[in-house]
């Protein structure tokens, strides 16, 4: 046990950190979520306006998840410290 009073200990141990497999397949959900939403959208302009912000977070949800997919398809790409030569 830390002898440093609980308000100064860390709480790193009790954090629940994603893996970069588990945030894309979040991502993904949410993707197709807002793809549902976005369908069932009407035609008028309130509707209109909420298109445009769906389509705009539907943009930056594949983006962040595209950053998460190595060039061979799968998650965990390495990271900018990778400096293999051949």
């Not at 793809?35 to 009407?42: I, K, M, P, Q, S």
Request: proline fraction near 3%; avoid cysteine.
């Amino acid at each position: 046990m830390s002898g440093l009073p609980e308000s100064e200990r860390s709480d790193w141990t009790d954090l629940d950190l994603l893996t970069r497999e588990e945030a894309h397949g979040r991502l993904l959900t949410e993707i197709a979520d807002t793809d549902v939403r976005l369908a069932e959208l009407g035609t008028d302009d309130e509707a209109e306006a909420e298109r445009d912000l769906l389509q705009r977070r539907l943009r930056a949800l594949r983006e962040a998840a595209e950053d998460l997919v190595a060039p061979t398809g799968q998650t965990g790409r390495t990271g900018p410290t990778d400096h293999s030569k051949n």
